[in-house]
């Protein structure tokens, strides 16, 4: 999830990203995603008694991202397939919250970078959690 035009480290500096913003946005955005009602039960399922592993998954996963540290080595595609019941309008709130989050936690200079992020990966999720090649082929008639 990184490309050319990403910025350096002296950028993550100068727009105030380093592991301690991270800790606060993560533990901010999952506090209230636990509380909320559409996200919430996707988590109470299956993670209350994990929880604090969840969120320091989750910052070694905003550090690999924003910070390029290589803390995470998760996978994010198989723990959203097997999500029962997820609809396409979950990750619209699911990005409209998380931005609620960080312009409360972070500095002006670095939500733009975050946001960016948080929609590239979120376009990717979709992608992978709603293709449904099985439906093309039939609705097309597609040999392969
Ligand atoms: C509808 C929106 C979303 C829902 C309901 C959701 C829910 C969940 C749940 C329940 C898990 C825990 C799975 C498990 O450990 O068994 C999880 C893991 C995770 N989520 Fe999401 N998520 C959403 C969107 C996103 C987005 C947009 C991102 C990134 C920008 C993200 C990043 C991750 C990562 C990195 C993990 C850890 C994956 C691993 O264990 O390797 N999620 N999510």
Not at 2 to 26: H, L, R
Not at 70 to 76: D, S
Request: charged share 20%; hydrophobic share 40%.
């Amino acid at each position: 999830m990184t490309s050319a035009t990403d910025p350096s480290a002296q950028d993550f500096a100068t727009m105030g990203i380093d592991e301690a913003m991270i800790k606060k946005f993560v533990t901010h955005f999952y506090n209230v995603v636990h509380d909320d009602e559409i996200l919430g039960p996707y988590f109470h399922k299956q993670m209350d008694a994990t929880w604090d592993e969840h969120l320091d998954k989750m910052c070694n996963f905003w550090s690999a991202i924003l910070l390029k540290t290589n803390r995470f080595n998760g996978r994010p595609m198989p723990a959203h397939t097997k999500l029962t019941g997820l609809q396409q309008s979950d990750f619209l709130h699911w990005l409209i919250t998380f931005e609620k989050s960080i312009k409360a936690c972070c500095p002006a200079t670095s939500v733009p970078h975050i946001m960016k992020k948080a929609h590239q990966i979120a376009n990717s999720l979709q992608y992978g959690v709603f293709y449904r090649p099985d439906v093309m082929k039939a609705k097309y008639q597609l040999d392969e």
